[in-house]
Protein backbone atom coordinates (compact mmCIF):
# COMPACT_ATOMS: atom_id res chain seq x y z
CA UNK A 1 0.00 0.00 0.00
CA UNK A 2 1.69 3.40 -1.19
CA UNK A 3 -1.10 5.45 0.40
CA UNK A 4 -0.55 8.00 3.83
CA UNK A 5 -0.86 5.52 6.09
CA UNK A 6 -2.05 7.21 9.94
CA UNK A 7 -2.74 5.14 13.00
CA UNK A 8 -4.15 4.50 14.91
CA UNK A 9 -7.89 5.01 13.01
CA UNK A 10 -9.33 6.10 16.67
CA UNK A 11 -7.65 6.64 19.75
CA UNK A 12 -9.37 6.92 23.06
CA UNK A 13 -8.07 9.09 26.10
CA UNK A 14 -9.32 10.28 29.38
CA UNK A 15 -8.69 14.32 30.26
CA UNK A 16 -4.41 14.75 30.97
CA UNK A 17 -3.08 11.84 29.51
CA UNK A 18 -0.82 11.79 26.42
CA UNK A 19 -1.99 11.18 22.93
CA UNK A 20 0.41 10.41 20.07
CA UNK A 21 -0.76 10.30 16.24
CA UNK A 22 1.83 8.79 13.49
CA UNK A 23 1.74 9.11 10.21
CA UNK A 24 4.06 7.76 7.37
CA UNK A 25 3.96 9.42 4.61
CA UNK A 26 3.45 7.98 0.68
CA UNK A 27 6.83 6.32 -0.96
CA UNK A 28 9.02 9.64 -1.85
CA UNK A 29 7.37 12.34 -0.19
CA UNK A 30 9.47 14.07 2.15
CA UNK A 31 6.87 17.19 2.93
CA UNK A 32 4.33 16.13 5.85
CA UNK A 33 0.96 18.40 6.89
CA UNK A 34 -0.86 18.00 9.97
CA UNK A 35 -4.71 18.91 9.53
CA UNK A 36 -7.67 19.01 12.27
CA UNK A 37 -11.17 18.44 11.62
CA UNK A 38 -13.53 19.65 13.64
CA UNK A 39 -17.45 18.49 13.59
CA UNK A 40 -19.27 20.47 10.76
CA UNK A 41 -15.79 22.32 10.19
CA UNK A 42 -13.55 22.14 7.54
CA UNK A 43 -9.83 21.10 7.67
CA UNK A 44 -7.83 23.75 9.22
CA UNK A 45 -3.79 23.40 9.12
CA UNK A 46 -1.57 22.60 11.74
CA UNK A 47 1.54 21.89 10.90
CA UNK A 48 3.86 21.49 7.81
CA UNK A 49 7.40 19.71 8.28
CA UNK A 50 9.89 18.00 6.41
CA UNK A 51 12.46 15.35 7.67
CA UNK A 52 13.86 16.48 10.92
CA UNK A 53 12.40 20.31 10.44
CA UNK A 54 9.56 22.03 11.35
CA UNK A 55 8.52 24.53 8.16
CA UNK A 56 5.79 26.17 9.55
CA UNK A 57 3.89 25.43 12.62
CA UNK A 58 1.44 28.81 12.53
CA UNK A 59 -1.51 26.71 13.21
CA UNK A 60 -0.15 24.84 15.72
CA UNK A 61 -1.61 25.76 19.61
CA UNK A 62 1.21 26.92 21.53
CA UNK A 63 0.98 25.13 24.48
CA UNK A 64 0.75 20.82 24.73
CA UNK A 65 0.69 19.97 20.81
CA UNK A 66 4.07 19.28 19.10
CA UNK A 67 5.21 17.39 16.02
CA UNK A 68 8.21 15.95 14.44
CA UNK A 69 9.19 13.91 11.65
CA UNK A 70 12.93 12.08 12.36
CA UNK A 71 15.00 11.25 10.18
CA UNK A 72 13.79 7.55 10.08
CA UNK A 73 10.33 6.30 11.05
CA UNK A 74 6.73 8.35 11.00
CA UNK A 75 6.05 11.76 11.85
CA UNK A 76 4.71 12.01 15.42
CA UNK A 77 1.98 14.74 16.46
CA UNK A 78 1.74 14.71 20.12
CA UNK A 79 -0.99 16.15 22.21
CA UNK A 80 0.01 16.28 25.62
CA UNK A 81 -2.52 16.85 29.19
CA UNK A 82 -5.43 16.19 26.89
CA UNK A 83 -9.03 18.00 27.24
CA UNK A 84 -11.98 17.39 25.82
CA UNK A 85 -11.81 20.24 23.09
CA UNK A 86 -8.69 18.48 21.63
CA UNK A 87 -11.84 15.76 19.66
CA UNK A 88 -11.33 15.66 16.39
CA UNK A 89 -10.24 14.16 13.43
CA UNK A 90 -6.86 14.70 12.64
CA UNK A 91 -5.62 14.00 9.27
CA UNK A 92 -1.74 13.78 7.96
CA UNK A 93 -0.98 14.56 4.30
CA UNK A 94 2.43 14.26 2.12
CA UNK A 95 3.84 15.83 -0.78
CA UNK A 96 6.84 15.69 -3.41
CA UNK A 97 9.62 18.12 -2.97
CA UNK A 98 7.96 21.28 -4.71
CA UNK A 99 4.28 19.97 -5.03
CA UNK A 100 1.40 21.26 -3.02
CA UNK A 101 -0.96 18.77 -4.12
CA UNK A 102 -1.43 16.43 -1.07
CA UNK A 103 -2.69 13.30 -0.78
CA UNK A 104 -4.06 12.40 2.65
CA UNK A 105 -4.42 9.70 5.16
CA UNK A 106 -7.46 8.07 6.31
CA UNK A 107 -7.67 10.24 9.86
CA UNK A 108 -6.97 9.25 13.24
CA UNK A 109 -10.41 10.21 15.77
CA UNK A 110 -9.64 11.39 18.92
CA UNK A 111 -12.56 10.98 21.78
CA UNK A 112 -11.17 12.21 24.61
CA UNK A 113 -13.38 11.40 27.52
CA UNK B 1 -10.31 33.44 9.12
CA UNK B 2 -12.17 31.75 6.62
CA UNK B 3 -9.79 32.58 3.70
CA UNK B 4 -12.27 30.24 1.31
CA UNK B 5 -16.02 30.43 0.90
CA UNK B 6 -17.89 27.45 0.11
CA UNK B 7 -21.78 27.68 -1.31
CA UNK B 8 -24.34 26.18 -0.67
CA UNK B 9 -23.52 23.97 2.78
CA UNK B 10 -25.88 21.53 2.18
CA UNK B 11 -27.55 19.97 -0.77
CA UNK B 12 -29.57 17.75 -1.40
CA UNK B 13 -31.09 16.48 -5.03
CA UNK B 14 -32.69 13.50 -6.74
CA UNK B 15 -30.69 11.05 -8.86
CA UNK B 16 -30.46 12.46 -12.79
CA UNK B 17 -29.87 16.01 -11.28
CA UNK B 18 -27.35 18.66 -12.51
CA UNK B 19 -25.34 20.98 -9.62
CA UNK B 20 -22.78 23.59 -9.23
CA UNK B 21 -20.71 24.10 -5.96
CA UNK B 22 -18.94 26.88 -5.85
CA UNK B 23 -16.13 27.88 -4.13
CA UNK B 24 -14.71 31.91 -3.62
CA UNK B 25 -11.79 34.05 -2.24
CA UNK B 26 -10.42 37.54 -2.26
CA UNK B 27 -7.11 35.75 -2.18
CA UNK B 28 -5.32 34.86 -4.95
CA UNK B 29 -3.62 31.21 -4.82
CA UNK B 30 -1.25 30.03 -7.52
CA UNK B 31 -3.24 26.25 -7.68
CA UNK B 32 -6.61 25.00 -6.06
CA UNK B 33 -7.90 21.60 -5.36
CA UNK B 34 -10.90 19.99 -4.93
CA UNK B 35 -11.72 16.61 -2.51
CA UNK B 36 -14.58 14.87 -1.85
CA UNK B 37 -14.06 13.19 1.82
CA UNK B 38 -17.07 10.06 2.74
CA UNK B 39 -17.71 9.70 6.28
CA UNK B 40 -15.11 8.37 8.45
CA UNK B 41 -12.36 8.79 5.66
CA UNK B 42 -9.56 11.22 4.45
CA UNK B 43 -10.04 13.80 1.90
CA UNK B 44 -9.32 12.23 -1.94
CA UNK B 45 -7.99 13.90 -4.64
CA UNK B 46 -9.76 14.78 -7.64
CA UNK B 47 -8.32 17.72 -9.46
CA UNK B 48 -6.21 20.26 -9.29
CA UNK B 49 -6.36 23.00 -11.69
CA UNK B 50 -3.47 26.11 -11.67
CA UNK B 51 -4.01 27.76 -14.78
CA UNK B 52 -6.29 31.10 -14.98
CA UNK B 53 -9.67 29.94 -16.48
CA UNK B 54 -8.48 26.31 -16.79
CA UNK B 55 -11.22 24.21 -17.29
CA UNK B 56 -10.70 20.38 -16.20
CA UNK B 57 -13.44 17.37 -16.96
CA UNK B 58 -13.01 14.34 -14.86
CA UNK B 59 -16.55 12.01 -16.39
CA UNK B 60 -19.44 13.88 -15.12
CA UNK B 61 -17.45 16.88 -12.98
CA UNK B 62 -16.52 19.59 -14.41
CA UNK B 63 -13.72 21.45 -12.59
CA UNK B 64 -13.10 25.29 -13.54
CA UNK B 65 -10.80 28.16 -12.10
CA UNK B 66 -11.76 31.59 -12.48
CA UNK B 67 -9.06 33.92 -14.72
CA UNK B 68 -7.91 35.61 -11.36
CA UNK B 69 -7.08 32.50 -9.89
CA UNK B 70 -9.43 33.54 -6.55
CA UNK B 71 -12.26 31.27 -7.19
CA UNK B 72 -13.13 27.87 -8.73
CA UNK B 73 -16.52 25.94 -9.13
CA UNK B 74 -17.24 22.05 -9.52
CA UNK B 75 -20.42 21.39 -11.80
CA UNK B 76 -21.76 18.02 -11.59
CA UNK B 77 -24.14 16.62 -14.33
CA UNK B 78 -26.41 14.03 -13.87
CA UNK B 79 -25.89 13.13 -10.18
CA UNK B 80 -25.63 9.86 -8.70
CA UNK B 81 -25.86 8.05 -5.25
CA UNK B 82 -22.61 7.00 -5.38
CA UNK B 83 -22.13 11.27 -5.97
CA UNK B 84 -22.80 11.72 -2.32
CA UNK B 85 -20.01 13.06 0.03
CA UNK B 86 -18.24 15.97 1.42
CA UNK B 87 -16.99 18.43 -1.48
CA UNK B 88 -14.18 21.00 0.20
CA UNK B 89 -12.12 22.90 -1.71
CA UNK B 90 -8.27 23.70 -1.06
CA UNK B 91 -6.27 26.77 -1.74
CA UNK B 92 -2.44 26.42 -1.99
CA UNK B 93 0.64 28.80 -2.78
CA UNK B 94 0.53 32.78 -3.19
CA UNK B 95 1.80 33.55 0.66
CA UNK B 96 0.32 29.81 1.99
CA UNK B 97 3.65 28.09 1.53
CA UNK B 98 3.12 24.27 0.68
CA UNK B 99 0.11 24.48 3.34
CA UNK B 100 -3.83 24.25 2.20
CA UNK B 101 -6.66 26.62 3.07
CA UNK B 102 -9.70 24.79 3.38
CA UNK B 103 -13.39 25.53 2.52
CA UNK B 104 -15.68 24.74 5.19
CA UNK B 105 -17.42 22.44 2.34
CA UNK B 106 -20.77 20.96 0.52
CA UNK B 107 -22.15 18.29 2.29
CA UNK B 108 -24.11 16.73 -1.09
CA UNK B 109 -26.94 14.33 -0.73
CA UNK B 110 -28.09 12.46 -3.80
CA UNK B 111 -31.36 10.69 -3.47
CA UNK B 112 -32.34 8.03 -6.00
Known amino acids: NAGVMQNPRHLVRRRGQEARLRCSPMKGHSHVYWYRQLPEEGLKFMVY????????ESGMPKERFSAEFPKEGPSILRIQQVVRGDSAAYFC???????????FGQGTRLTVV | TQLLEQSPQFLSIQEGENLTVYCNSSSVFSSLQWYRQEPGEGPVLLVT?????EVKKLKRLTFQFGDARKDSSLHITAAQPGDTGLYLCAGAGRGYGNKLVFGAGTILRVKS
Open chain 1, 93 to 103: ASSSAGNTEAF
Open chain 1, 49 to 56: LQKENIID
Open chain 2, 49 to 53: VVTGG
